[in-house]
């Protein structure tokens, strides 16, 4: 297994400075850039004497594209820094760190419920095929994979404060001050981001069980009189997990996704809502760096994932 996790970090490298290209090459086709909105901005508060060709000096930005991207990987490889945001001169590691607890955390609890939701409903639906439960299961199933996250987040907004005059916390408490208050803040948010991959996991796990309990060696455990929970969780669910833990990894860049437009919503501090802020900004030194730490997470994730394969099925051998 070391040489298969070597190998695949070292693709981890080679896949991140594909992306750290493509990002760079996107970036320039987008129209307009920092120094049209800077210029802007100093005309809105009444200092408009600096030129254009001043700005573009002080920023870096006189060279060709090749070279600001040279610089930009040179300081990555040898200073582990994602360099310095040009619309306020700080570290853009600095800027990232200081917003990513927020969108690890609306994450994580995402990932959290919709494993919670999908797996039972899943396997009761599996075991009590053709029954009510199943096509309410299956319903849910439907409903929170068509039901877009942004609409649901609004209707949520919307209608109990029309209704009820209530809407959802968006005052940002700090998980170490109230744990509690943190968790309301994050719950709703992390149910929303969650539907659609509990749908998907839901129907992949009924699915898989549904396979599952059909093979030889569950009819014998069943003939040996064991209970149905016993051959469910012992025999049958480990071996129907590995398509539904693929499932989720690839649903993974999905997530981060949905938590930009999530975060906008619920006006949550995090990365997806600095990665806005910047693209209006036209910061591209923030918005690569943010680019480049969401793929890392990414693509860091998906390992994991392969290697849980060979908890879930030890016939699974890596080479």
Excluded: C
């Excluded at 991140?16 to 129209?31: C, D, G, N, R, T």
């Excluded at 040898?78 to 969108?103: C, D, K, M, N």
């Amino acid at each position: 297994m070391r040489d298969y996790i070597i190998r695949r970090l070292l693709l981890v490298v080679v896949t991140l400075w594909l992306i750290s290209l493509i990002v760079f090459a996107m970036l320039q086709m987008i129209p307009g850039d920092i120094v049209d909105s800077m210029i802007a901005e100093l005309e809105r508060r009444g200092r408009a004497g600096v030129g254009r060709e001043t700005l573009v000096r002080m920023l870096g930005l006189d060279v060709p594209v090749y070279v600001q991207y040279g610089r930009w990987i040179r300081d990555i490889v040898l200073h582990g820094s994602l360099g310095v945001a040009l619309s306020h001169g700080l570290p853009v590691t600095e800027q990232i760190f200081s917003r990513i607890g927020v969108t690890f955390e609306l994450g994580l609890l995402a990932i959290i419920i919709a494993v919670a939701i999908s797996l039972p409903i899943g396997i009761l639906s599996a075991i009590r095929q053709d029954t009510f439960g199943d096509y309410v299961g299956r319903s849910v199933a439907i409903i929170f994979i068509a039901a877009p996250s942004f609409w649901v987040a609004t209707l949520i907004f919307l209608y109990p404060s029309l209704i009820w005059n209530w809407s959802p916390s968006i005052d940002l408490v700090p998980l170490t001050e109230d744990p509690i208050g943190n968790l309301k803040v994050f719950l709703i948010p992390s149910f929303i981001l969650g539907m659609a991959m509990a749908g998907t996991a839901m129907r992949m796990t009924r699915t898989m069980m549904l396979e599952v309990l059909r093979q030889d060696y569950i009819r014998t455990a069943f003939s040996k009189g064991l209970r149905e929970r016993i051959v469910v969780f012992r025999h049958a669910l480990k071996n129907a997990l590995i398509p539904v833990v693929t499932v989720l990894g690839a649903e993974l860049p999905v997530l981060v996704g949905g938590s930009v437009i999530i975060e906008q919503i619920f006006a949550l501090p995090g990365m997806g809502t600095l990665l806005i802020d910047m693209l209006h900004r036209r910061d591209f030194t923030m918005v690569a760096g943010i680019n480049i730490v969401v793929a890392t997470a990414v693509v860091l994730a998906n390992l994991v994932v392969d290697l849980s394969y060979a908890y879930l099925d030890p016939r699974v051998r890596f080479r």
